[in-house]
């Protein structure tokens, strides 16, 4: 009776893997040579960020949730839209736009001025 509560064993794999590309390693040599690679241009930024902005941290009116509100940027409404955009993939949260003003979810202010002035931001004043 032991022997029947045994399952049968799964055969052995075969022992070199079956590689459908390996034929293809064997001709590298009589393949054209490929385009060259193009050179890396930097971008030159033209455009300068905002001369100014004002960080600091906000939990009044918000049911105790703490958020990051960034002021004074003087960004018109699209440029805010992709600001935001940026600033949350950057530092991993949510955010919104409210007014003239950018909000985002948890307290930055140790991470978001870096990002700032990596922007273009002349002077960030954390409040």
Known sequence: MGKRDKKPEAPAAPAPFHNPFAALGLNRD?????????????????????????VRMERKGRGGKEVTVVEQLGLPEAEREKWL????NSLGCGGTVEDDTLVLQGDQRERLPALLEARGVRRVTVG
Request: proline share 21%; no cysteine.
């Open 85 to 88: 955009k940026a600033l949350k």
């Open 30 to 54: 009589a393949l054209p040579p490929g385009p060259a690679p193009r050179p890396v241009e930097e971008k030159a930024e033209s455009a300068k960020g905002p001369a100014r902005a004002v």
